[in-house]
């Protein structure tokens, strides 16, 4: 009973660790008090500031000595740098989302799926910085928000997509700015399978839209997706089959790569 108990300890330090490194990099300030980590995680300001001094002595966590707050160091981001690359296959896909982007003049995404999340795991920003529904490297949305998103939805196995849409559709209310109701939702599902690809008249910002291509892994399950977005303007005249042919081009060659990862970045049920 003592090693159990114990054991029960150690993991539940290790749960809030983690929802105190969760807190600070979901903050949208830099830097963050100890009041105000506490309270997005729900712990004591005492048990908050234990364990925010024993994340620094980690090194993944470094207080400002001017304003006493909080914020992940430079190791904790060469730690996540490092473990990006097997989902990146060593600059593989940064080099195509590079030639992509100097190819069409647009700026370009990679997405993994991660559960019920779409994770953009790297992107080559264009000439005109497009905001995206993940936001950076390394951010997330639910499966069926945004085009890449939606992309590796739609090219699910069936029950597993619509267990997905069941699971995330609390989550999707919140953000009804970018989100479909479910009748739309469905409707660009089926619209995805038809055409091979998902784009949409406008994204976050209504002269900004996107296309997006999902990546199939060997038994034709999506895994991840390329996205390019731009100004909804370069999408017309003609233009969209062309980034829509490139973007499959690449997919086809990241296909085989990803596939040897497949029981690491995809979660099967």
Known sequence: MGKANLDENRSGQLSRSFAVIRALAQGKDNAQRVIDVARSVGLP?????????????????EQCRKTRCYRLSVEFFSLGAMAREPYTHDGFIGDILESLCAD???STFFLVRRGFDAICMDMCEGPIPVRSYTGRIGGRMPLGTGEGGLAILAFLPEAEREEIIRANWAIRQEHPEISDDEQALRARIHLA??????????GIIDAMTGVSVPILDSLGSAVA???????????RA???ELVVQ??????????????????RIHNPY
Do not use: C, N, W
């Open 225 to 235: 997706a390329l996205s390019v977005g731009a100004l909804a303007q370069r999408f």
């Open 238 to 240: 003609g233009r969209l």
């Open 193 to 202: 399978h038809k055409l091979g690809y998902v784009t949409r008249d406008r």
């Open 45 to 61: 300001e005492s048990t908050t500031h234990r364990i925010l001094g024993g994340l620094i002595a980690e090194g993944v966590v």
């Open 104 to 106: 069409l003049g647009d």
């Open 246 to 263: 490139r973007l499959k081009l690449a997919a086809d060659a990241i296909a085989p790569v990803v596939d040897r990862y497949r029981m």
